[in-house]
């Protein structure tokens, strides 16, 4: 009896299951392994989950993908706080759209954790920007003794802040600074307690399984 032969389907997929895929394939050919272009290092570092994870719609799997990559962060507790606090600092600076680049750049010259410093941005977000700026307003009004009233049309965008003149925006920029500033140095040391706190919990249970493994 004839077996019936089934036509083999390509994946549509191009992105490797790991990022030695390329290099093997290459070393496969005979060839030399080909150096990842700078974007395709950024799409993995941004989504790094193989495509067969990809092509699931489980957003849930993807979710705590991501929160058991955030919680094995490698790096000493200072260096990650101090990406937090710069994150932070940032996030203060009515930035729309920006804050995270720009709490990206600040890290690297500050030698802090970029993926902290991202993650410290969204301290402010769209349901916190009215309290922010309005406290962040009223601290660089009480400092400059400035007679300006906080207009919460300027959460609309850049260009409406620009528009509010440069006393209004000097008065918030200082606020900003002021604020920015303090919140940035209490949560480095928040950050860097969470961060010792966490470690050694997790050092307790890695210790307690192992000790219940061996009386198994």
């Not at 989504?47 to 962060?73: T, V």
């Not at 720009?102 to 010259?109: F, M, Q, R, S, Y």
Request: net charge positive; proline share 6%; aromatic share 12%.
């Amino acid at each position: 009896m004839n077996q019936l032969s089934y036509p083999k389907v390509k994946p549509q997929c191009d992105k490797p299951l790991d990022e030695n895929h390329d290099s093997r394939r290459d070393s496969v050919q005979g060839s030399a392994p080909r150096e990842r272009s700078r974007w395709e290092r950024f799409k993995d570092w941004v989504n790094p989950l193989p495509c067969s994870l990809e092509r699931r719609p489980d957003w849930k799997r993807r979710l705590r993908y991501f929160y058991y990559r955030f919680l094995r962060i490698k790096g000493s507790p200072q260096y990650l706080a101090r990406g937090l606090a710069i994150g932070v600092f940032a996030g203060f600076f009515p930035l729309f759209g920006l804050q995270t680049l720009i709490g990206i750049g600040l890290a690297i010259p500050c030698r802090g954790h970029k993926l902290m410093a991202a993650a410290g941005t969204w301290v402010s977000n769209p349901l916190t920007y009215g309290p922010i700026f309005w406290l962040n307003f009223e601290v660089g009004q009480w400092v400059l003794g400035s007679g300006e009233v906080f207009a919460s049309e300027f959460l609309e965008s850049a260009s409406a802040l620009l528009l509010l003149g440069t006393e209004f925006v000097t008065t918030l920029l200082v606020g900003c600074t002021i604020v920015g500033t303090i919140a940035a140095s209490a949560s480095y040391f928040i950050g860097l307690w969470a961060i010792g706190q966490f470690r050694q919990a997790r050092r307790g249970d890695r210790h307690r399984k192992s000790i219940e493994g061996r009386h198994l």
